[in-house]
C-alpha cells in the first residue's frame, strides 16, 4: 500500500484545508448533510451490533460498537462528505500556512456545523424515531444510557473528553490522506476511531445524533444538548486545531521545521 511521509501529508492537508473553504455554499451544505448523516448511521450501526449483547460480554460489546462505528468516516472520505471535526484539523493546516483567512475558516466550521446537524437530526427521527430503531427494547435503553452518560458530564471533563476526541479523529483523517489507496485509507481510519470510541471520547456530530435520539424519545432536553454542546464543541477545536493542525505545522511546514544551511 503506498503512503505519504507526515511532510507531505502537511502539504496535502493544507490543501484540503483550502479546498474546503472554496466550495459553492449549496455543496458545502449538501456534503456537510451526509458527513452529519453519515456519522449518525455508523453511530447506529453501533447500537444495533452492542445493545443486545449479554452482560456477561463485559467491555467486549464496547469494543464491537467501536469497530463498527468508522463505517461513518469511511463514507465520508471515501464516499464524499463534509465532517466538522475533520474541517477542525485540515482547515486550520491551511489557515497556519496562511492560505486561508480567520473568516473563511470561521465560515466554514459554521456552515459545517448547521449541515452535519441537520443530517445528524435526519437519522436520530426518521431512522431512529419514525422507524423505531433507537427506541426499542434494549436499544431504546442503549440509546439513552449512551445520551445521559454524555448530558451528565461536567463542563470541563466534556472539554477534555473532547480534545482526546478529536486529537484521534484529526489524526484519522490525517492518516486517511497519507494513504494513497481505498484499502490504505479504510484501516488508517479506522483504528484511530475505533479508539477514540472504545475510549468513550465525545464527539460532537456524534453527539447530535445521540441525544437528539433520546429527546425524541421523550428522556431529554433541548437545553440537556446545549449544556453538551459547548464544552464538546470547544475541546473538538482543541483537539483538531492544536494538537494535531498546530503541532504538525510547527514540525513539517512552519519555518523551525526547515533546517538551517550549514
Known amino acids: ?22 466550495l459553492p455554499l449549496p455543496q458545502m451544505l449538501v456534503l456537510g448533510f451526509l458527513g452529519g448523516a453519515f456519522i449518525s448511521i455508523g453511530y447506529l450501526l453501533a447500537i444495533r451490533v452492542s445493545a443486545d449483547v449479554p452482560h456477561e460480554w463485559g467491555s467486549f460489546a464496547s469494543f464491537l460498537g467501536a469497530a463498527v462505528f468508522p463505517l461513518g468516516l469511511i463514507l465520508i472520505i471515501i464516499g464524499g462528505g463534509e465532517l466538522l471535526t475533520g474541517n477542525m484539523m485540515a482547515v ?49 435503553e442503549k440509546t439513552v444510557l449512551t445520551a445521559h452518560a454524555k448530558v451528565d458530564t461536567a463542563f470541563w471533563p ?31 481510519i479506522w483504528f484511530p476511531i475505533m479508539g477514540f ?28 444538548f446545549l449544556r453538551n454542546f459547548v464544552p464538546v464543541y470547544l475541546g473538538n477545536a482543541v483537539g483538531g486545531f492544536v494538537f494535531v493542525a498546530m503541532v504538525y505545522w510547527i514540525a513539517y511546514v512552519s519555518r523551525s521545521s526547515v533546517p538551517a544551511d550549514k
Open 92 to 140: 486550520p493546516m491551511a489557515f497556519l500556512a496562511k492560505r486561508v483567512t480567520l473568516s473563511r475558516l470561521l465560515h466554514n466550521w459554521f456552515w459545517i456545523t448547521i449541515s452535519n446537524f441537520i443530517g445528524a437530526l435526519f437519522v436520530a427521527y426518521f431512522f431512529g424515531h419514525v422507524v423505531g430503531l433507537t427506541e426499542t427494547g434494549p436499544y431504546l
Open 158 to 188: 466534556a472539554f477534555i473528553s473532547g480534545i482526546g476526541c478529536n486529537w484521534l479523529v484529526g489524526l484519522a483523517v490525517w492518516l486517511a490522506y497519507g494513504a494513497d489507496d481505498i484499502g490504505g485509507k479504510i484501516l488508517a
Open 197 to 224: 470510541v472504545a475510549i468513550g471520547f465525545q464527539h460532537i456530530v456524534a453527539n447530535m445524533f445521540v441525544i437528539p435520539a433520546a429527546i425524541f424519545a421523550g428522556e431529554l432536553t433541548w437545553m440537556d
Open 1 to 22: 500500500m503506498a503512503y505519504y511521509p507526515p511532510k507531505k501529508i502537511a502539504q496535502v492537508a493544507i490543501e484540503a484545508g483550502k479546498t474546503k473553504t472554496e
